[in-house]
Antibody, heavy 122, light 107 residues
Framework: EVQLVESGGGLVQPGGSLRLSCVAS????????LNWVRQAPGKGLEWISY????????YYADSVKGRFTISRDNAKNSLSLQMNGLRDEDTAIYYC???????????????WGQGTLVTVSS | EIVLTQSPGTLSLSPGERVILSCRAS???????LAWYQQKPGQAPRLLMV???RRATGIPDRFSGSGSGTDFTLSISRLEREDSAVYHC????????FGQGTRLEIK
C-alpha cells in the first residue's frame, strides 16, 4: 500500500522558518517524482514545488520561489520542504503528493499524504 | 498560468440523483490534460479521473468525465451520501493549477 506521511507542521511567527518532511512507503521511491501542494483554509489547492526522481530537476511556484527549498533523500525514502521567510499567506495544510510524470509523462497526482498544518501568525 | 473556474460553488442534492460539475479553463488545456479529485472533510484529495475521461483505479463507473479545449465536466450518477465532498479539477497541460472546488452535499 502506497503511503505518504507528512510531519513538521506547527505555529510559526511571520519571518520564521519551518522544515516539513514526508516519508514514503509501499512503492519504489526512486521511480517517482514528488511534489508539495498546499491548501489554505477554505481555499482551493495550490501546487508549490516539484522534484524529479533523482532530485536534479526542481520547480517552484512563483509564490514560494526564493523562500522555499525542496529536497529528497532517496536512501531514506523521504521528501523535505525547507520554508524560510514565512508569511501569513503561507498558512495552509501542506500535502506531499506523488505524480506520474516519470512513469507516463502525465503531471497529475495519484497519491497524497494526509497533510500537515502550518500556521503563520504572531 | 491557466486559471480554472469551477461551477457551481456549492450544491445540495438527494440520493439517487445525477449531477454535472463544470470546470472551465482560461486557455485551451492541451491533450485533454485534466484531472478530477474528490476531497472529503479532513482527508487528502483522492484521484478520480485523468485525461478528462479516464477513471482512476478503483473509481466506480457512476463517475464519468468529458470535455476538451476549455470546457470539462464531471458527472456523478445515482448519488450516494458518501459522495458528499469537495470536487477539484486540475489541469496538467502546463504548470499544474487547480480550480477552487465545488462542494457537493448529499442530503
Amino acid at each position: 500500500e502506497v503511503q505518504l506521511v507528512e510531519s513538521g507542521g506547527g505555529l510559526v511567527q511571520p519571518g520564521g522558518s519551518l522544515r516539513l518532511s514526508c516519508v514514503a512507503s509501499g512503492f519504489p521511491f526512486t521511480t517517482y517524482s514528488l511534489n508539495w501542494v498546499r491548501q489554505a483554509p477554505g481555499k482551493g489547492l495550490e501546487w508549490i514545488s516539484y522534484i524529479s526522481k533523482s532530485g536534479d530537476t526542481i520547480y517552484y511556484a512563483d509564490s514560494v520561489k526564493g523562500r522555499f527549498t525542496i529536497s529528497r533523500d532517496n536512501a531514506k525514502n523521504s521528501l523535505s520542504l525547507q520554508m524560510n521567510g514565512l508569511r501569513d499567506e503561507d498558512t495552509a495544510i501542506y500535502y506531499c503528493a506523488r505524480d506520474r510524470t516519470a512513469v507516463t509523462s502525465e503531471y497529475y497526482f495519484d497519491y497524497w499524504g494526509q497533510g500537515t498544518l502550518v500556521t503563520v501568525s504572531s | 498560468e491557466i486559471v480554472l473556474t469551477q461551477s457551481p460553488g456549492t450544491l445540495s442534492l438527494s440520493p439517487g440523483e445525477r449531477v454535472i460539475l463544470s470546470c472551465r479553463a482560461s486557455q485551451t488545456v492541451t491533450a485533454r490534460s485534466l484531472a478530477w479529485y474528490q476531497q472529503k472533510p479532513g482527508q487528502a484529495p483522492r484521484l478520480l479521473m485523468v485525461g478528462a475521461s479516464r477513471r482512476a483505479t478503483g473509481i466506480p463507473d457512476r463517475f464519468s468525465g468529458s470535455g476538451s479545449g476549455t470546457d470539462f465536466t464531471l458527472s456523478i450518477s445515482r448519488l450516494e451520501r458518501e459522495d458528499s465532498a469537495v470536487y477539484h479539477c486540475q489541469q496538467y497541460g502546463t504548470t499544474p493549477s487547480f480550480g477552487q472546488g465545488t462542494r457537493l452535499e448529499i442530503k
